[in-house]
């Protein structure tokens, strides 16, 4: 499937790899569908890629690259959404 971005224009990915927000993202409820990208000049992050929008992207990081034994605390109202 090919996606459009503003930041690296035109790019396939494999459809199975698409992340599905039930909610979407806090601010972007109306965004549901993302694509994790790499990041060549930085190996340690990753875009988060709308589907939906081209010009949503996120930088992110898996947290257990910087703190192994990273926990996230989440209340029962945040879970549920």
């Known amino acids: 499937m090919e996606i459009k971005t503003k930041f690296l224009g035109n790019i396939e990915i494999d459809e199975n790899t698409i992340i599905c927000f039930e909610n979407g993202l806090p601010g972007f409820h109306e965004l549901h569908k993302f694509a ?3 990041m ?3 190996p340690a992050l990753n875009y988060l ?18 703190l192994e034994d990273y ?11």
């Open 36 to 38: 994790l990208l790499p």
């Open 40 to 42: 060549e000049e930085n």
């Open 49 to 66: 890629q709308s589907i939906d929008e081209e010009n949503i992207c996120f930088i992110v990081i898996n947290p257990f690259t910087i």
């Open 71 to 81: 926990e996230a605390e989440l209340s029962e109202d945040t879970v549920q959404g």
